[in-house]
């Protein structure tokens, strides 16, 4: 089964659809048939690093789909195109969340 991402004019997927498996690698052909910019994505990673999701940004030279920035402070992994928190998520077991005005992880 293949999965298309629909672009707005910024690049900015405002739709996720399921297409026919004999679709797959026909995003240009879809996009013409509609009038709208559709990108393939992947459940699997296998292209474009991440599953799109409404909001995520295209970006054409990654030819990668990357969430938005959770934080200021957070920054963008070249390799998997997520997000990266100034320091690590602790391995303790518990829940945490992140606190951007100390800039690390509290516990709720």
Not at 31 to 51: A, C, E, L, M
Not at 64 to 92: G, H, K, R
Request: net charge negative; hydrophobic share 30%.
């Amino acid at each position: 089964m293949s999965h298309f991402a629909k672009l707005d004019e910024n690049n900015v997927v405002v739709f996720v659809t399921r297409g026919r498996q004999e679709d797959d690698g026909k995003e240009a052909e879809l996009s013409q048939r509609t009038g709208d910019r559709y990108v393939q994505t992947s459940y699997n990673g296998t292209i474009r690093k991440n599953f799109a999701a409404v909001g995520y940004t295209y970006d054409e030279a990654r030819d990668a789909f990357i969430p938005p920035q959770p934080f200021p402070s957070w920054t963008l992994n070249e390799e998997t195109c997520l997000w990266d928190a100034p320091v690590p998520y602790p391995e303790d077991g518990e829940l945490h969340v992140w606190d951007e005005q100390t800039t690390s992880w509290v516990q709720p």
